[in-house]
């Protein structure tokens, strides 16, 4: 069975920071490039961050690059996002996804307000 659960969300002041992470389980991880995706109340979920399944290579969308860092540690199946210097339009429920599959996780929700 097919797992992919994120957490570490929560909510968290302008300027602050949060880890995400997304523990797989059900395949072969390591085969897999990951991404971390979010939607906003209202809009379509977009691409955060992608890495590699190596870890080599990384994508990061205009709005985070500088503030997020995607990275992964293939002997615990797991793949992370720190954020920082979060800023209000952050605000979503943010999931991992093995890149070209059907593998998505339920979801975290961030929130960033004073």
């Known amino acids: 069975q097919v797992q992919l659960v994120e957490s570490g969300g929560g909510l968290v002041q302008p300027g602050g920071s949060l880890r995400l992470s997304c523990a797989a389980s059900?395949?072969?991880?390591?085969?897999?490039?990951m991404g971390w995706y979010r939607q906003a109340p209202g809009k379509e979920r977009e691409l955060v961050a992608t890495?590699?399944?190596?870890?080599?290579?990384?994508y990061y969308a205009d709005s985070v690059k500088g503030r997020f860092t995607i990275s992964r540690d293939n002997a615990k199946n797991t793949v992370y996002l720190q954020m920082v210097s979060l800023k209000p339009e952050d605000t979503a429920v943010y999931s991992c996804?093995?890149?070209?599959?059907?593998?998505w996780g339920q979801g975290t929700q961030v929130t960033v307000s004073s």
């Open positions: 890495i590699t399944n190596g870890g080599g290579s990384t």
């Open positions: 059900g395949f072969t991880f390591s085969w897999y490039s």
């Open positions: 996804h093995a890149v070209r599959s059907i593998y």
